[in-house]
């Protein structure tokens, strides 16, 4: 223990139904760890929790945008023939991404 960054220890006793209210608030946030929780809300005050899977799956969408960018310029620039279905690919990809950031904004309002 003598090496524990917080090496202060509060203690606060709390009844059953209040020790259930805070677990289920911790379960809305997707927390863990208790102390965690706790020392946020102490000294902030609040938590703000950001579902951020829909940019995630944006992200890979646009990820794998780019590498087949990259390989068809790679056969551009090496004279080699481009072809149609890698275009086509593309363009479902980016529907797809059209698709999502219209939902992102959606759920944001």
Do not use: F, H
């Amino acid at each position: 223990m003598a090496n524990r960054k917080r090496s202060i220890i509060l203690r606060c006793p709390v009844t059953a139904e209040e020790r259930s209210l805070i677990e289920q608030k911790m379960v809305q946030l997707q927390t863990k760890r208790i102390s965690a929780y706790l020392r946020k809300m102490a000294i902030d005050g609040y938590i703000i929790y950001v579902d951020t899977r829909d940019i995630k799956e944006m992200n890979k969408l646009l990820s794998a945008i780019g590498r087949n960018i990259n390989q068809i310029a790679k056969r551009v620039n090496a004279r080699g023939p481009t072809y149609q279905a890698d275009m086509e690919e593309i363009r479902e990809r980016l529907d797809q991404i059209w698709q999502l950031q219209r939902r992102i904004l959606l759920s944001q309002r």
